[in-house]
């Protein structure tokens, strides 16, 4: 799969619209990248589990709930490498737990998320998995925004990869 084609698809799937918006974490933007769109989409998962299959080494995936499960779920199927949810915070019933799945102690694990804005997401399933005694060090998003995640996650030791960058996705849109 070449980055033009995940692009291609994205579009094909209607997943980036342009107007006002109003973001996750308050600002605004003149154009929005619909996750729901691509991540209901079969050929666009079937891209992206390709993708981040070609992305993983050795490490164990984990999955931000709820917008990255089902691109964590196609990403294990496609690799044959289990994987973990990291919550947002713990269920007040059950186990009680943040994170969902099998994690042994020192286990490396990689985040995978849909979309990197300004990184607080990822970096707060980073800190979730490490408090559980994960060992992170790589978030792979399918679109990175360019908003600052990267700096954000570099400073808690993350590296932030992207299939595809806000740069990239307009670029194309505009052609």
Do not use: W
Not at 1 to 15: C, F, Q, S, W
Not at 52 to 73: D, R, S
Not at 102 to 130: C, N, P, Q, Y
């Amino acid at each position: 799969m070449t980055n033009d084609e995940l692009i291609a698809a994205l579009r094909d799937a209607d997943a980036v619209k342009f107007g006002e918006f109003e973001l996750s974490h308050g600002g605004t933007s003149e154009y929005y990248v619909d996750k729901y769109l691509f991540e209901t989409d079969p050929h666009c998962l079937d891209l992206i589990a390709e993708a981040f299959a070609t992305e993983v080494h050795e490490e164990k995936l984990a999955g931000v709930a709820l917008g990255a499960v089902p691109l964590v779920a196609v990403t294990s199927v496609e690799t044959g490498k289990p994987y973990v949810i990291a919550r947002k915070q713990a269920k007040e019933y059950g186990t009680g737990n943040r994170i969902e799945g099998r994690l042994e102690d020192g286990e490396e694990v990689v985040v995978l998320e849909d979309i990197a804005t300004t990184g607080k997401s990822a970096l707060d399933a980073v800190e979730a998995l490490r408090e559980a005694g994960a060992v992170v060090n790589r978030a792979l998003v399918v679109v990175d925004r360019q908003e600052g995640a990267a700096d954000r996650l570099a400073e808690a030791n993350v590296e932030l990869d992207a299939l595809v960058t806000a740069d990239d996705l307009l670029a194309k849109e505009s052609d």
